[in-house]
């Protein structure tokens, strides 16, 4: 492995396509506080869909950080919760969200500005 982010198979691009997916590191984020049901994950985060939600509990599953726990009886109760590997994403996240934070209300000032500059027609 190479530590040039640039070339496909460096690790630092894993991570970045990991959390390039807007809904992958929110989901983290909901299930840092312990396990939760679907529908107790989209009420919390709200604005996703059960389609995108399954979706993206399957993507975070297959690269290790989340884990399924189905429970029997009547009807059948899943839950998912995190990994140890997807509770050492919970800091860089928490990084992210706090620049994002900081700096939102210029990035999108700059957003706008482009906007206006490229008379882009209002929503």
Known sequence: MTTNAFLADCRARLAFDLLSN???????????DGPRRPV???????????????????????????????????PPRVEYRLTALGRT???PIDVVGAWAFEHGDEVLAAQEAQCTAAQCPSE
Not at 22 to 32: E, G, K, M, Q, S
Not at 40 to 62: D, P
Request: proline content about 2%; aromatic content about 4%; overall charge positive.
């Open 22 to 32: 807007t809904w992958n590191a929110v989901v983290l984020w909901a299930l840092r």
């Open 40 to 74: 107790e994950l989209r009420e919390q985060i709200g604005g996703i869909s059960s389609k995108v939600l399954t979706e993206t509990l399957r993507r975070l599953q297959s690269n290790g950080l989340v884990d399924r726990q189905a429970h029997p009886g009547a």
């Open 89 to 91: 994403l919970l800091v």
